[in-house]
């Protein structure tokens, strides 16, 4: 689990930098030396030559070992968290397995629960495959039952080990045009029932704003 960003408008702190001089990580407790944030602060002055700036925090994990003193520190940190979940247990563990080939769902569960107690936001990242196209609904509602704010959606593609590259398939287009349809209609019926606390989905909230962007100039 490492901090995927540190931001402050357009600037962005190399994650090596954070890795090299900032985080004193104790194998198996994980304790994090909050000291660090005040020499972070130094040396991005000094690379970015400016004097007032924000830190942002943001964490990516598969949820399977998140546990309270994980909470503890994302708190002090005001940092956004993201578990990686691929939806309910039957997309999830078809990829998503231990070492002896155990599905993690179970964990990732408890994890959802741990945030939601400690007061984060629930974001989640979701690989799709060829198997979650048949399943938009199950996906959606998944998430929503689990008090999800924000899911990020992410297409197998050519990178890492994957040896399922998704869009290589040419039917795959007209799939993943259906899924994405019906999560639309879904995401629509939430915002109508939920206003402003429905689950948003960033391809679908980016998609809108661009096209009410884009409405607002053509009509300036």
């Not at 429905?198 to 980016?206: A, D, G, P």
């Amino acid at each position: 689990m490492l901090p995927v960003s540190l931001n402050h408008g357009v600037l962005c702190l190399n994650q090596r930098l954070i890795v090299r001089n900032q985080f004193k990580a104790v194998e198996k407790r994980r304790v994090v030396d909050l000291q660090a944030t005040g020499i972070i602060e130094t040396e991005a002055k000094a690379v970015f030559g400016v004097d007032e700036f924000s830190l942002k925090f943001a964490f990516q994990t598969n949820g399977v070992r998140l546990d309270q003193e994980w909470c503890n520190l994302f708190k002090r940190l005001k940092a956004t968290v993201g578990i990686s979940c691929d939806g309910p247990a039957f997309l999830h563990d078809r990829y998503r397995v231990d070492w002896a080939g155990r599905g993690s769902h179970r964990d990732v569960v408890k994890a959802f629960r741990m945030v939601r107690e400690n007061g984060l936001g629930l974001h989640v990242l979701a690989t799709v495959t060829s198997e979650t196209l048949d399943h938009p609904d199950e996906l959606f509602h998944f998430f929503k039952d689990q008090g999800v704010e924000h899911v990020g959606l992410n297409f197998v593609d050519r990178t890492g080990s994957n040896e399922q590259v998704l869009l290589d398939d040419p039917q795959a287009y007209e799939r993943a045009y259906q899924f994405m349809a019906r999560l639309f209609d879904l995401y629509l019926e939430d915002g109508r029932l939920r206003g402003e606390k429905c689950m948003q989905i960033r391809e679908l909230s980016s998609a809108m704003s661009a096209l009410i962007s884009y409405g607002g100039a053509v009509a300036g």
